[in-house]
C-alpha cells in the first residue's frame, strides 16, 4: 500500500485555511474555552488564519484544551460532547479536507456514517436488500463507550498505514491528546479516546473500525456500519450466534467491547432498530421513540407561554416538521404523517386560545393555519396536497 508523503503544506494552504473557515463557520456552534465565538474570530479573520499558518509552517501549532459537556440521551444518560475552541475547529477542518480523501479511497461499501454522498437512507435501503435476500436474522450490535475507549497507538498506526508526514501524523496526535477542561473536575489529561464534537473525530472513528470492516468482509459477513453502529445480516440464528462470536474477537484486537445489555440477536418479524427506523420483514416505521421526540420538540416550541405570535411559532415549527418528515418520509408512514400533523394543529390550536379546545377546531381551521406558512408532513409525500 502506497504511503503519502509531504502533506502538511497542503494542511496551511492559505485557500484550504478559508475553505476550512467557511465550513466551521457553516456549522457555526459555541465558543471553546477561551470564550471566542464564531463572531469575534471573524473580526480579526485575517489575522487569526495568518497566526494558524504560521504555527503550522513552523510546526509549532499546540491544540488548546476541549471543553467537556453533557448533552441529555434518549435513555435518560448524559452524552459528553467535546467543544473545540474555533481556532481549532479550523485546523482540524484543515487537517480532514486534505486527509480525508486519502482514506475515503480505501473504505469499504459496509461504511455508512459521515462520508460524502453516503446517508443513513443508503443505510437503510441497504439492510432492505440484503434482508430481501434471505438474510432474516441480524446480530444487533452495540459498541461499549466507542469514543471513549478509542485507543491512540492503534488509531496513530492506522493512520501511519497511508500516511508518513511526520508534522501530520504529530498533529492528528496532538488532537487526541489536548487536555480536556470539565466543570467541577477542572484539567485533565486525555490518554484514550477521541471527543465527540471534535471535526475531524467522525473521520478518526470510520479510520479506526475500517480494520473491523476489513475483517468482516473477508469472513463474508454482510455488514452495514453507520459510524459505532452497526448490524451483521444473516441467513439464521446459528450464523449470526458465529458472527457475534467473530465480531468479540475483532472489536478485542481494537480494544473494544460489545455492550452486553444493548447487543442482540433479532429476527426482521420482531423489528429491528437503526439510525431512528424499526425495519420489519416487509416494511418500516420510525422508532416509537423518535415520534416521541418529534411530539416533545413539539411541545417545547408551542408551550402557551411563549411571549410570541402564532405566526412565529410557525416559523420556528416549521424546520422541525420539515426536517423529521424528509428523514423518515421513506418509511410507511402515510397514516402517522396524517394524524401527528393533525396533532400538531391541535398544539397551535391550543397555543393561539391559550387553552386546548375541541371548538377551536371550527374557530381556526386548517387553511387558515397553512396561510400562515404552516408546513405538513403529509405535504412531503405528496406535493400536490
Known sequence: MKKIHSLIDKVWNWKNLNEAWKKVKKNNGVAGIDK??????????????????????????????VNRIYIPKSDGKQRPLGIPIIRDRVVQQALKNVI???????????????????????AIEQIEAVRDEGHEWVLDADIKAFFDMVNHEILMDAVAERISDGRVLRLI????????????????ENIIGTPQGGVISPLLA?????????????????????????????????????????????????ELTLHPEKTKIKNFSEGVDFLGFTVYISHKVP?????????????????????INLEMVIQRLNPVV????????????????????????????????????????????????????????STLLNPEW
Request: with cysteine; hydrophobic share 35%.
Open 322 to 377: 420539515i426536517g423529521w418528515g424528509n428523514y423518515f418520509k421513506i418509511a410507511n408512514v402515510n397514516w402517522l404523517y396524517m394524524r401527528l400533523d393533525s396533532w400538531t394543529r391541535m398544539r397551535l390550536r391550543a397555543f393561539k386560545e391559550k387553552k386546548k379546545s375541541y371548538r377551536s377546531n371550527c374557530r381556526i381551521r386548517n387553511d387558515f393555519l397553512k396561510n400562515l406558512g404552516l408546513k405538513s408532513l
Open 36 to 65: 471566542v465565538t464564531i463572531d469575534e474570530f471573524e473580526r480579526n479573520l485575517e489575522q487569526n488564519l495568518n497566526e494558524i499558518q504560521r504555527l503550522l509552517r513552523q510546526d509549532r501549532y499546540v491544540p488548546m484544551p
Open 100 to 122: 480525508e480523501p486519502i482514506f475515503e479511497a480505501e473504505f469499504l461499501d459496509s461504511s455508512y456514517g459521515y462520508r460524502a454522498e453516503r446517508s443513513a437512507k443508503q
Open 173 to 188: 496526535r496532538a488532537f487526541l491528546k489536548a487536555d480536556i477542561m470539565e466543570q467541577g473536575l477542572g484539567l485533565r
Open 287 to 307: 422508532r416509537k421513540e423518535a415520534v416521541k421526540k418529534y411530539k416533545d420538540t413539539v411541545r417545547r416550541v408551542t408551550r402557551r407561554n411563549l411571549p
Open 206 to 254: 470510520n479510520i479506526y473500525l475500517h480494520y473491523f470492516d476489513e475483517r468482516m468482509a473477508e469472513l463474508g459477513y454482510d455488514v452495514v456500519r453507520y459510524a459505532d453502529d452497526f448490524l451483521v445480516l444473516c441467513e439464521n440464528e446459528e450464523e449470526a450466534k458465529e458472527a457475534n462470536t467473530h465480531v468479540k474477537g475483532i472489536l478485542d484486537e481494537l
